[in-house]
């Protein structure tokens, strides 16, 4: 399932400045890696990245504010804009709608799908 152009319409990786992060977390959401996630998206929390194949991370920079850099091999993939920042609400913006479509499709991951839509409430 693409949960990237069922959220956000047609995928446009030479214009979209934030292309790196939505694909990104359209490959974490694929995978099911909704428990790294969660875990990634929490302060002060174990796990400071994620990322896999092929060739894709998101970060967690923690400062004085949480932030988050994603990015994409430019090698496997090209995307005009292969790395992207993003603030904590500037994630969520983008991952509680792909988080929607993901619980339409996958109704059997409730469980972990609503604690990470309760952290997006937390964090809005």
């Known amino acids: 399932m ?3 152009h ?5 995928f446009e990786p030479q214009r ?9 977390l359209n490959i974490a959401l ?7 996630l969660a875990l990634l998206l929490l302060p002060g929390s174990r796990i400071g990245g ?3 194949e092929p060739g894709w991370e998101i970060d967690r920079e923690d400062s004085l504010a949480l932030h988050f850099v994603a990015r994409v091999d430019s090698e496997a993939f ?3 804009h292969p790395e992207c920042r993003s603030d904590r609400a500037g994630l969520w913006a983008l991952l509680r709608p792909m988080l929607a479509v993901y619980a339409a499709e996958q109704p059997h991951d409730q469980a972990r799908t609503e604690r990470l839509l309760d952290q997006a409430a937390l964090a809005a």
Do not use: N
């Not at 979209?16 to 990104?24: G, R, Y």
């Not at 694929?30 to 790294?36: I, N, S, T, V």
């Open 2 to 4: 693409d949960y990237l």
């Open 6 to 10: 069922a959220a956000f319409g047609p």
């Open 16 to 24: 979209d400045t934030q292309a790196a992060l939505k694909f990104a």
């Open 30 to 36: 694929m995978d099911g890696r909704l428990d790294e």
């Open 50 to 52: 994620v990322g896999g």
């Open 78 to 80: 090209a995307l005009a």
